[in-house]
């Protein structure tokens, strides 16, 4: 019973810490405590959303590792918290929470059996059906929180602090250095190359003339956060991977905020999906290398 209390717990507190794609439980926990930091109607959200997703995935009999691993609970987290983020709170918000926890942890259960990487999407396309679903007059009113942007001018550092917060609806720069020391703790090459993905998209988003205060707030930011941590690793090739993926989603970002979509984490997964082939092709060929390399030897 002790071990099973132990596992469940370890699997909550994952499920934050997979929203930056760390499955530390200790990295978990100071993400939920950000979030509550900042607003505890979101950390309400993601505590339940999280819990819904666990619930189904064990419904569902998913892979005890998956579970164990926080797969299930981060999608469901993002989303409680992007309809508490674009909803005033009401009876329809909150039932559409659990449903939608329902149907992100579903659609990973379907991912991670095709093993395909969804990544973010499942939290993405919940979101923007449920965008239009509440946006029905008379169901929920849209709102976005005072909170969101606490800097007046611009300021670099400052920024690095919002990309983070951002990818988790987080506007508070304590908020976002937290999430930045939360993956630090975990991976720390994956926090610094996130905090250099954030530079490189700062630059884009000037050289484009995008707006000032967009910068600011880590607008055109938080997807580079994702891409740097998702491609970060020893390797000088890594660097390169961390690269290109920054500037397509940053770009991919732009297009679709000028386009009048709501972006949420989606330029990151296009990156993702565009670049997987690419990584396939260099993993198939440093394999044959080293197999040539053995029969020589």
């Known amino acids: 019973m002790k071990n099973k209390v132990l596992a469940f717990t370890k699997a909550f507190f994952r499920g934050f810490g997979q929203i930056m794609l760390q499955g530390n439980a200790w990295t978990g926990l100071l993400f939920i405590g950000a979030i509550f930091y900042d607003s505890p109607l979101m ?33 469901a987290s993002l989303f409680g918290i992007a309809l508490v983020f674009y909803f005033e709170e009401n009876t329809w918000v909150w039932v559409t929470i659990i449903l939608g926890s329902v149907l992100s942890a579903m659609l990973m259960a379907v991912a991670l059996q095709k093993k395909f990487p969804v990544y973010t999407f499942p939290f993405i396309a919940v979101t923007w059906i449920s965008l239009y679903v509440l946006s029905i007059p008379e169901l929920a009113m849209r709102t976005v929180p005072e909170h969101f942007v606490d800097i007046k001018q611009m300021d670099d550092f400052l920024i690095e ?80 991977y961390v690269l290109v993926t920054v500037v397509i989603a940053t770009y991919v970002d732009r297009f679709m905020l000028h386009g009048g979509w709501t972006t949420l984490t989606f330029p990151f997964v296009v990156a993702m999906w565009m670049l997987g082939p690419i990584k396939w092709v260099d993993r198939w060929v440093v394999n044959k290398w080293n197999i040539l390399r053995g029969e020589q030897i």
């Open 43 to 75: 950390g309400l959200a993601a505590v339940l959303s999280n819990l819904t997703g666990i619930a189904t995935a064990y419904l569902m009999r998913c892979k005890q590792e998956d579970i164990n691993n926080g797969l299930f609970g981060f999608n």
């Open 161 to 240: 602090g919002h990309a983070f917060g951002q990818v988790i609806f987080q506007g508070s720069v304590t908020a976002g250095f937290i999430f930045f020391l939360g993956v630090f703790i975990s991976e720390p090459i994956a926090a610094l190359y996130g905090f250099a993905a954030v530079i490189v998209s700062i630059y884009l988003s000037h050289y484009g003339n995008e707006s000032q205060s967009l910068i600011n707030n880590g607008t055109f930011s938080f997807n580079a956060v994702l891409c740097g941590i998702a491609m970060s690793g020893q390797r000088i090739r890594d660097g390169l």
